[in-house]
């Protein structure tokens, strides 16, 4: 089982930029299925950056042109930039990979991210 940490969030005035980490316990050969998703309180969690088929990368409409997903293999690190930070953006963001998401669902703690208007 792949495990992992994220950490990088923050308090930031809106358009502020803050860079996510997320590291894990184990090789990430198969990064092609890791993900950025946030849950705001009291809603549902989305998935907000993704890599697709051929390592390129996707986003939610709300943060496309904004974020962006990458990741450092030798690290075992993925990361998410996030720039143009908006308030509506204020949420827990958490890394995943496909099984983990989607058929274990097994998250870790998250990282709060905080954006003031």
């Known amino acids: 089982q792949v495990q992992y940490v994220e950490s990088g969030g923050g308090l930031v005035q809106a358009g502020g930029s803050l860079r996510l980490s997320c590291a894990a316990s184990g090789s990430i050969f198969g990064a092609s299925a890791m993900a950025w998703y946030r849950q705001a309180a009291e809603k549902q969690r989305e998935l907000v950056a993704w890599?697709?088929?051929?390592?390129?990368?996707d986003y939610a409409d709300s943060v496309k042109g904004r974020f962006t997903i990458s990741r450092d293999n030798a690290k075992n690190t993925v990361y998410l930039q996030m720039n143009s930070l908006k308030p509506e953006d204020t949420a827990v963001y958490y890394c995943?990979?496909?099984?983990?998401?989607?058929?274990?669902?097994?998250w870790g703690q998250g990282t709060q991210v905080t954006v003031s208007s």
């Open positions: 995943n990979d496909e099984l983990g998401a989607y058929e274990y669902n097994y």
């Open positions: 890599f697709t088929s051929g390592d390129s990368t």
